[in-house]
């Protein structure tokens, strides 16, 4: 995720750091070259050119901008709600950690909290798939057995293992273990969410008429502009290539937050934050440091 400062003008119009040029960047190129193109032949071969009314560009590219709005508006949904799961699974293990206090057994409960770091780091990985387990096998029990399946499921059966344990041999009472499974409910309600985020993208014909009205769009306007703004239609024409463009590409980035993009949730970081959380419950010192941004960069 991006983290900067206030934007002074300067860094509006220069900063490309989380900026979606990079990108685009060819593909708005392309349209100013093909613009100038038809410019300079229209200037040289007249002839060549009928006269085109600009009236139903105007009308497609307000719709476009609304369809775009419209696409956009949904992928940022998808962001924040992956950012609200998060929130939430952070919420739950802090509980977890305050309702833990129960647990006598000072090694088991130090184990049932590493499980849930375990659980984050699984989490983590298996939304960027990557190796959920071996992601979690650090702060895993030595010789514990978890299926590589779903290690994020398996690491909360564990756990809800122990703590069903706990009540049936009465170290805890029926009420803390209603808490504390309560808190694994909630945990594997973030999971869930998140699967679902995930593994659902957008309707595909949705994103396909999409680009491909954007690029008919953009390759066909400077058929309008060149005879009314002659050499000031390249300019134009990759003012808005670079907006349409741009917003579709903001779109597809959004609309998975779980990877390693820019403009992605800093999901390391929230996991690393579980993981203060939990050692200074236990009374580790020193506790690593929390995550900043490397280059206006939050991971």
Known sequence: MIVHPRP??????FTLKGSIVKRIALRCLMVTLLAALIVLI???YPAFFYPVSATPFTLLGLSLSIFMS????????????GRKAWGRMIIETRSFIRESQAIADQRLRAELLRGL???????????????ELAAARPWLAEGTLISPHNTCDGILRQVGEHCSRLAERQLISEWR????????VGLT?????CERIKGTPLPFPYTLLLHRTSYIFCVLLPFALAEPLGWLAPIFTTIISYTFFGLDAIGNELEDPFGRDENDLPTDAMVRTL???????????PLPPALVPVDHVLS
Do not use: K
Not at 8 to 13: A, I
């Open 8 to 13: 002074d003008v300067l860094r509006v119009l």
């Open 42 to 44: 229209e200037h040289h």
């Open 70 to 81: 419209f696409r956009n508006t949904v992928c940022y949904d998808r962001w924040w709600e």
């Open 117 to 131: 770091c375990g659980f984050a780091h699984a989490l983590n990985a298996r939304l960027r798939n990557e190796d």
């Open 177 to 184: 273990y209603t808490l504390l499974e309560q808190r694994l």
């Open 189 to 193: 309600e973030v999971q869930a969410t």
């Open 275 to 285: 993981e203060r959380d939990v050692l200074s419950a236990l009374g580790h010192e």
